[in-house]
């Protein structure tokens, strides 16, 4: 029994299985995502057969001026609810709090809302979380918090990315309407800096989607979208790659972009379900 067990195990997460057994045996996956995310979409890749071809579009960093983080802190029991929209979020508050000598406790008073994944991170930091929406996207927030009582009396704080040097997309700012529209008094602040990096330092990697090297080109937010775009410089030099999208949101943006989304993933609460989505796809 227990031998089949380990077999089951083994065979599940692909650590033996013959790579050419593998759903994307051979195939190169652009991962356009930051740095901080590319590594664990790549691990998803890679255990599906893949050969992922680093190329991150954005990076994510601390900002470079805590104003407004800082006054926020300082009166953070003003709040009945902080929302998160993404991990770096979490990260950058909780990083700031530590480097205040802010004490976690802080925040016990408010009710914490995170993501999918993203809640192992919040709770790895303040050892709390209050709501995880049925459906991991911001639409998910909105349904959840419509459902309680007296919401319309509640205040929320959205730590958000401050987007340099892009178009900034229209995640958070939807969510802010669609709050405000239940009547909430939303605050939002920035918490960290999202911003597109030089096309110059991927020549290498431009030419092998050019050339016709690369399959898939997976995007896992709307941001990559709109650096990688500035990159390229014809619709043609990637017109022969699949796209994919980590979830409708990502998805309707790239279209509205004018790019051909080939690949949703329905999952996307976590890379996993990127992965297997694009799998799934050269399994037809």
Sequence with gaps: MANKQMH???REINLLTPSRELPLYGKRI???APRNYAYRLSEQ??????LPVFMPTIETCYLSNYTQLDAVLADINEFDWIVFTSRN??????QRINDLNIPI????????????????????FCGKVDLVPTESSPAGIVTELAKLPQIHEKKVLIPAPEVVGL????????????LQQLGIEVTRVPTYITQGLDKTIYGMELNLIRQGMIDVIAFSSTAEVESFL???KLQSDYEHCVIACFGPYTTANAQNLGMNVSIVSRDYSSFEGFAEAIAAFFLV
């Design 167 to 178: 178009p900034e997309p229209d995640v958070v700012p939807n969510l802010i309407t669609d």
């Design 230 to 232: 500035t990159m390229v």
């Design 45 to 50: 890749i890679i255990k599906q057969g893949g």
């Design 8 to 10: 089951a195990q083994s």
């Design 89 to 94: 979020g979490i990260t950058a508050f909780f």
């Design 30 to 32: 652009l991962v356009t």
């Design 105 to 124: 406790s802080v925040v016990q008073k408010c009710h914490l809302c995170a993501l999918g994944k993203d809640v192992e991170s919040l709770l790895s």
